[in-house]
């Protein structure tokens, strides 16, 4: 009884075991016909296929589906109007010679880069592409994917450069818009279109899509026509929008250059007589805008038409440079004032010499007399002597000396009598008088004249007449005060309508764009 049990124990382990066996052996020759008929499937693609024929040869045109996936935009560079990104490349197309039957576990192949080279391929190029570069590593970065019913996906990795051509007008509060144009090298638009495969949602990009100086806003795609000689060709446009981040050149130029003007404006505080202070930093204002819009310009193209940012550093050399000028001005008119002040008071002075020599010959002239007879209203002819004898004609007389025609040679009051018609003294009278009249006795103050009238009131002295201090109505220190409200407020009215105009005129809306989702 017990060997019976044994041997049925036996028995059953050994038919446990046929049949894991059995089961691990059907699974492998399962999978080599799997394996077998994958790599006959691939063979009998290439039973007569000839991969410089495109599908449907003499037909309807292969309508190529493209899509793009953005990784990354390495650089957008103004000075050399280009742009550099990495994406993977995708194109969709139907060739009905490499349709195969579907299986349950078999509705697609996948193969690698190596069986690309043996089918036919779309000639797709980049139009406004410089450089393109294919990823190697580790291995070739595209492969191949083949529907049953012989639709095809060729996905591949590139990095392109391609031409950017930028409008700077209102740098650096610019947007600008990037494409790349892609289409066939060779087929023209009977054999070959392309098409966007997602509708809009064929361009896309990567969330982490970034740049230092730009902002990416998002994208569009469109479909051309393009016209050559050589025939129609079927062209995609993919756009890509970028906005200018304004902060860095806030901080670099535009910060920088106000506070340039505004030291420059020190100058109008400082001592006119301080000359190597306020030339020096005139110069060095005017030096230091000068480097700075040297270097914004050294990065960017050398364009024919003015940028804003041109337009802002014009305007602040000006300013400086015209603070600079302002102290010539100020010392070209402190300097003509002191000129005329100069000449005024040498004139003066001449004036002056000259009355004090005439007063001292009149002094040391022999008392006299008008002579009466010969002396008519309007004027004296003659003299005479205290005894009423002619002097000698060599003698010096009044009338040759013009500047004391005015003084009335000590008898005022005789000629102020005989000028009024008054009564003619007696020759004694007259003696006595013009001894009295001698020089260097003064008349006693309301001394009367026998027939004469009362003498008028002695004539108000004449005002002295002061040095100029103007020139053109204006001194030399009133051009500083006027700078320290001219200059400060046109400078502020510029920043006002610069950025008000710019970031009005700048603020360009594309209707059509697909917005990046961040």
């Known amino acids: 009884m017990l060997v019976k049990k044994m041997k049925a124990s036996l028995l059953g382990a050994l038919l446990a075991i046929f049949s894991g066996l059995w089961m691990v052996t059907d ?44 990784l990354s935009i390495g650089d957008l560079s103004e000075k050399f109007m280009d742009f550099t990104f990495d994406m993977y490349f995708r194109q969709f197309w139907h060739d009905p010679r490499l349709a195969f039957e579907q299986r349950p576990n078999l509705n697609k192949l996948v193969v690698g880069a190596e069986y690309i080279k043996l089918i036919w391929v779309p000639d797709t190029f980049f139009v406004n592409e410089k450089v393109a570069l294919f990823h190697q590593a580790t291995t070739e970065n595209q492969f191949l994917r083949i529907m049953h019913t012989g639709d095809i996906l060729r996905s591949i ?19 600008q818009m990037c494409t790349l144009e892609i289409e066939s090298f060779g087929y023209t638009m009977s054999d070959l279109k392309f098409r966007w495969e997602d509708g809009e949602k064929s361009v896309q990009m990567s969330p982490d899509v970034s740049l230092p100086q730009f902002n990416v806003l998002g994208h569009r795609q469109r479909i051309v026509e393009a016209s050559l000689s050589s025939g129609n060709y079927s062209r995609l446009l993919a756009d890509v929008q970028f906005d200018r981040a304004l902060g860095y050149y806030v901080i670099q130029v535009y910060i920088p250059s106000s506070l340039i003007v505004v030291m420059s404006w020190v100058s ?14 005139g110069v060095t204002t005017v030096l230091t805008m000068t480097t700075l819009m040297a270097s914004v310009n050294a990065a960017l193209p050398k364009i024919s038409y003015m940028k804003s940012i041109d337009i802002y550093l014009g305007v602040c050399f000006f300013m400086v440079f015209g603070a600079l000028i302002e102290y010539a001005c100020v010392g070209y008119t402190a300097k003509r004032i002191q000129l005329r002040k100069n000449r005024f008071l040498a004139v003066q002075k001449l004036a002056e010499e000259k009355k004090a020599e005439a007063l001292k010959q009149m002094n040391s002239m022999p008392g006299v007399e008008l002579d ?9 002819h003659g003299c005479r002597d205290g005894r009423g004898v002619p002097q000698n004609p060599t003698m010096p007389r009044r009338d040759q000396h013009p500047k004391q025609a005015t003084v009335r040679l000590h008898s005022c009051c005789m000629m102020t009598c005989t000028l009024n018609g008054g009564p003619d003294l007696p020759a004694d009278a007259r003696d006595m008088e013009a001894a009295r009249r001698m020089p260097g006795r003064p008349v006693p103050p309301g001394h009367k004249f026998p027939g004469c009238p009362p003498a008028p009131p002695p004539p108000a002295p004449p005002t002295v007449q002061a040095p100029p201090e103007r020139l053109f109505g204006m001194k030399a220190s009133d ?20 950025w008000m105009i710019y970031l009005t005129i700048s603020n360009e809306i594309v209707d059509d764009l697909v917005y990046l989702d961040k």
């Open 27 to 70: 699974g492998l020759m399962e999978t080599e016909d799997s394996a077998v008929n994958i790599s006959a499937i691939l063979n009998q693609f290439m039973v007569g296929y000839d991969k410089r024929v495109r599908p449907n040869y003499g037909g309807i045109s292969v309508t190529v589906g493209v899509s793009l996936y953005i």
């Open 157 to 175: 990795r590139l990095t392109i450069k391609a031409t950017c051509p930028l409008d700077l007008q209102y740098f650096p509060m610019d947007k």
């Open 268 to 281: 109008f505080w400082l001592n006119r007589g301080a000359a190597p202070a306020r030339v020096g930093l």
């Open 372 to 380: 009466l007879k010969r002396h008519g209203p309007d004027g004296y």
């Open 479 to 498: 051009i500083d005060k006027y700078s320290r409200i001219v200059f400060p407020i046109t400078f502020l009215s510029f920043h006002l309508m610069y």
